[in-house]
């Protein structure tokens, strides 16, 4: 059984940061890219950040480039995203996601405010 696990999050002010964890298990965490995903109220999910498996390329959303940064621990099937620099357009619910199977994490909030 898949499961992605994300504690973490929290509430930060502007300008401050915050890591994000994501604990993988039942799946063969090195073969598979993975990424991170954050939503809104009342918008769609959107995609934050991916990782290929050995973690050799990332790739970033324009909003978040030079702020954010995803990486990763096969030996401890873990992903993260390092977030600098917090906006209040930050704020959203962040979902692990998988590309094994299409799995997500039951997702974290993050709220940035003064």
């Known amino acids: 059984q898949v499961q992605l696990v994300e504690p973490g999050g929290g509430s930060v002010q502007p300008g401050g940061s915050l890591r994000l964890s994501c604990a993988a298990s039942g799946f063969a965490f090195s073969n598979y890219s993975m990424s991170w995903h954050r939503q809104h109220p009342g918008k769609e999910r959107e995609l934050v950040a991916s990782?290929?498996?050995?973690?050799?390329?990332?790739k970033y959303a324009d909003s978040v480039k030079g702020r954010f940064a995803i990486s990763r621990d096969n030996a401890h099937n873990t992903v993260y995203l390092q977030m600098n620099s917090l906006k209040p357009e930050d704020t959203a619910t962040y979902y692990c996601?998988?590309?094994?199977?299409?799995?997500w994490g039951q997702g974290t909030q993050v709220t940035v405010s003064s």
């Open positions: 990782i290929t498996p050995t973690g050799s390329s990332t």
């Open positions: 996601y998988t590309w094994f199977g299409g799995n």
